[in-house]
């Protein structure tokens, strides 16, 4: 049987189909042909799924993704592979990441641009950004055309430079819409990254020490520096509520257009205090910036701590997004796409 046949909805291509959001979009998709592409195959309750394992940073992926899109005849693209965690991936070199990352985003793009060059094919292009790439210290909750000012952090500027790619390319797709969403950190149950890890006060399992801590059942503290500051407001947004904003936009995307949005949990962000309440972990506030900032490099290289020394200032600082164009776009549906407030996605991730 061909599975066109019994699609009523245009196929899609989703590149990290087996993570986490991947997964969790696939539910709110079965009315699509699902053509997956990862490194190892998902476990989905999806009628229609065709899967393709492909390494999309490796030379021949832009021939292999034009033939996948060409052969299922894929009328939307969703980009969502990516290396947040590289401990828990095996992704270790910088490198390595800009490939996966970099390279990776730039073959998608060259394989849309190939089967939209005579006639358009592919009319929606859908990639996760994400708020890390505004900067770790934000004065307030900026719009989306705030300057993008990473720095440290190597999947915050692998972000920058793929979000500023996929603008740039939009010309080139032959009147492919293409909407950047720029999502805020997500949490919820299932979600495994040294971020949740850090909010559960998990020690890292690299290495013989982090492993007998965590035999122990010992709890890390939060470290932040003293001063308002360095206060911390996060609105982080829950995976379940990304899953929905991105099968909503698939069918309500606006054709032809560029559209950058940002995207956050509702109602009030929480503090670095709040954190330390909703996941029952001591906060430690020590006298200043660079002394807690050579702690999470000591701790990291000693392999007890789960966050990356260079994620730090993503930490202690403050990041917030203005979601006011988010809001208009969605509407009415709005409280039906996003359920969860930040504190909601908190408590969804640490709860047992």
Same mark, same amino acid.
């Given at each position: 049987? %061909?599975?066109?046949? +019994?699609?009523?909805?245009?196929?899609?291509?989703?590149?990290?189909?087996?993570?986490? @959001?991947?997964?969790?979009?696939?539910?709110?998709?079965?009315?699509?042909?699902?053509?997956?592409?990862?490194?190892?195959?998902?476990?989905?309750? #999806?009628?229609?799924?065709?899967f393709c394992p492909l390494d999309i940073s490796q030379g021949d992926a832009p021939a292999v993704l034009e033939g996948l899109i060409r052969d299922a005849q894929v009328r939307q693209v969703i980009h969502l592979a990516f290396v947040l965690d590289p401990a828990r991936t095996?992704?270790?070199?910088?490198? $390595?990441?800009?490939? /996966?990352?970099?390279?990776?985003?730039?073959h998608l793009l060259e394989a849309v641009e190939r089967v939209n060059r005579r006639d358009r094919q592919v009319d929606f292009f859908l990639y996760l950004s994400s708020v890390t790439s505004y900067g770790p210290l934000l004065p307030y909750?900026?719009?989306?055309? *705030?300057?993008?000012?990473?720095?440290? *952090?190597? *999947?915050? &500027?692998?972000?920058?430079?793929?979000?500023?790619? !996929?603008? +740039? $390319?939009?010309? $080139?797709?032959?009147?492919c819409a293409v909407y950047?969403?720029?999502?805020?950190i997500f949490l919820g149950p299932g979600v495994d990254n040294f971020i949740v890890r850090a909010l559960r006060g998990r020690p890292s399992d690299r290495t013989w020490l982090g492993r007998w801590v965590q035999r122990r059942r010992w709890r890390l503290p939060l470290l932040l520096p003293r001063g308002e500051k =360095?206060?911390?407001? =996060?609105?982080?947004?829950? /995976?379940?509520?990304? +899953?929905? &904003?991105?099968?909503?936009? !698939? #069918? #309500?995307?606006?054709?032809?257009?560029?559209?950058? @949005? %940002? +995207?956050?949990?509702?109602?009030?962000p929480v503090t670095g205090d709040d954190l330390a309440r909703l996941c029952g972990l001591p906060l430690l506030r020590l006298p200043s910036y660079s002394l807690v900032g050579l702690l999470y490099r000591f701790f990291w290289g000693v392999g007890l701590s789960p966050v990356p020394p260079e994620a730090f200032p993503y930490f202690a600082g403050s =990041? @917030?997004?203005?979601?006011? $164009?988010?809001?208009? &776009?969605?509407?009415?549906? *709005?409280?039906?796409? /996003?359920?969860?407030?930040?504190?909601e996605a908190v408590r969804a991730t640490v709860t047992p």
């Open positions: 049987m %061909n599975p066109l046949a +019994a699609t009523p909805r245009p196929p899609l291509l989703v590149t990290g189909l087996s993570g986490n @959001l991947g997964q969790r979009l696939a539910p709110h998709l079965k009315e699509h042909l699902l053509v997956g592409v990862d490194l190892f195959p998902p476990q989905l309750d #999806h009628p229609q799924v065709q095996g992704a270790m070199a910088r490198q $390595r990441q800009w490939e /996966i990352n970099v390279r990776g985003t730039r909750p900026v719009r989306e055309d *705030y300057p993008q000012e990473p720095h440290t *952090y190597t *999947y915050a &500027l692998h972000k920058k430079e793929t979000d500023e790619m !996929c603008r +740039a $390319r939009h010309t $080139r797709l032959n009147g950047v969403v720029r999502g805020h =360095y206060r911390g407001h =996060y609105q982080f947004m829950h /995976i379940d509520d990304a +899953a929905r &904003l991105m099968a909503w936009l !698939c #069918h #309500h995307f606006e054709p032809g257009k560029l559209v950058v @949005l %940002n +995207a956050q949990g509702r109602g009030a =990041y @917030l997004m203005n979601t006011e $164009r988010l809001e208009r &776009l969605l509407g009415a549906d *709005y409280p039906q796409v /996003i359920h969860f407030t930040a504190e």
